[in-house]
């Protein structure tokens, strides 16, 4: 659900921007603010980079986020009527989202499109709110960082400039240190002595504040990870998120939390996930100890590589899902495996039939947490890439270089 400048100016709840609001707001005519702004027409696709698109967006990410409306004519800032703006095509929207991207630095990521209308056409664009400000604009040798006046689009001066990037780096040191306490909680609710445990969790940069999660909304989002795991990985190995309960989600402090019914120290299957209000999401599983044949099992330090890529691939999906539910985009992320038991961490790689083998990977003592930065807003395609990325380099500490159980990313047509 979405609460832009109209939902606020019309004194409607969260909800779908769609064609009924933007011509309600248009009756009542809203006046353009610093996170509404009235456009009459689209930019042209050919050199949209070279328009006054990227300092639109651009404000108004620095600004806080906003959104902007093509397809209504104004008068002293008033809405005053819908007129067409034109088709807006599957080739105009990429060249918009491009110069979000290649036209800005930092690059925006996470813009919603709307269509609204078909007699006339509009098309509202929202710009996702942003700790990664002064996010500039470069035209030939010289840059600037645009910000809102309250309907205006000003430059901002040097003061503000230093001021935001001041607040961009405390802004992280804030996230960094939430995504560590996340991480040293759901790592301490677990036995380590036992088996090796795959820790995983992931912060949203900007939480949710907007609405607290349901018991539906936690199923939901346990549900389709599970489904959008099996699109990047095959279905072998042990996936955690099929060991929860993902249909009784019980309730935790400010989450939604799913796990196995402990059978014992040795429980080789031991998974436990939560999702958070704030849009926040860990994943624990034994990686050590699984199961070797019908009668025996992996010491509780050897770690098959596949278990970690399904591991991987079931907590990315998790965010995926998370991030859809709660309208966030970008998160704080740190996989780790913890091991306190005896003996080194020795990792294990699986040959075509899934028989596990040494091979060269080698024994560590501690396994280097992986920190990265996932944009679950991104299209399938390009998260895709992400997941991969993440396992990856999870089985390369351990000097293996191949992944078996995650697919490569898929070649665009």
């Known amino acids: 659900m979405s609460f832009t400048a109209l939902h606020r100016a019309l004194g409607l709840p969260p909800g779908p921007l769609t064609n009924d609001v933007l011509d309600a707001a248009v009756s009542a005519q809203v006046v353009e603010t610093h996170d509404l702004d009235w456009k009459s027409e689209l930019p042209p696709v050919s050199g949209i980079s070279q ?16 959104v902007i409306i093509y397809g209504v004519r104004e008068s002293q800032k008033a809405a005053t009527e819908r007129i067409d703006a034109g088709e807006f095509t599957e080739i105009h929207e990429r060249a918009y989202r491009s110069a979000a991207v290649t036209a800005i630095s930092p690059p925006i990521f996470g813009l919603e499109i709307h269509r609204l209308g078909e007699d006339p056409h509009a ?10 400000g002064p996010h500039l604009i470069y035209k030939n040798d010289l840059f600037g960082a645009p910000i809102r006046n309250d309907a205006d689009t000003a430059w901002m001066k040097e003061r503000q400039i230093e001021a935001m990037y001041r607040a961009r780096f405390d802004e992280r040191l804030h996230v960094t240190q ?8 759901a790592a301490g609710y677990h036995d380590t002595s036992a088996h090796a445990l795959f820790v995983a969790v992931a912060t949203p940069r900007i939480p949710n504040v ?28 042990v996936h955690p998120l099929e060991k929860i309960e993902i249909l009784n989600p019980r309730t935790g402090l400010r989450r939604w939390v799913a796990d196995t019914a402990p059978t014992g120290e040795a429980n080789w299957q031991e998974a436990r996930a939560s ?7 860990s994943l624990v599983a034994a990686v050590g100890g699984h199961r070797k044949t019908a009668t025996e099992y992996f010491g509780g330090h050897e770690v098959e590589a596949r278990g970690i890529e399904c591991a991987v691939a079931d907590f990315s999906a998790l965010v995926r899902a998370a991030s859809s539910v709660s309208d966030l985009s ?23 039939q899934g028989n596990a ?23 399938a395609r390009d998260f895709h890439g992400q997941v991969y990325q993440l396992a990856e380099d999870c089985v390369n500490q ?3 270089s191949h992944l078996h159980v995650l697919d490569p990313v898929p070649e665009e047509e």
Do not use: C
């Open 357 to 379: 083998f040494d091979s060269t990977a080698r024994a560590l003592r501690i396994f280097s947490p992986v920190r990265t930065t996932l944009i679950a807003s991104e299209s």
């Open 275 to 281: 999702v958070h209000h704030d849009g926040s999401v």
């Open 51 to 66: 328009t006054d698109v990227p300092k639109d967006v651009a404000a108004m990410a620095n600004s806080g986020g906003g």
């Open 330 to 352: 970008e998160y704080d992320v740190r996989v780790g495996i913890e091991w306190s038991g005896i003996g080194d961490l020795r990792f294990l790689e699986n040959d075509a």
């Open 123 to 132: 098309v509202a664009v929202v710009v996702p709110p942003s700790i990664d």
């Open 210 to 237: 907007s609405h607290r999660l349901s018991r539906d909304d936690a199923r939901r989002i346990y549900r389709d990870a599970q489904k959008i795991a099996l699109t990047y990985s095959r279905n072998v190995g």
């Open 398 to 400: 351990a000097g293996i």
């Open 178 to 185: 939430a995504t560590d306490s996340l991480y040293a909680e």
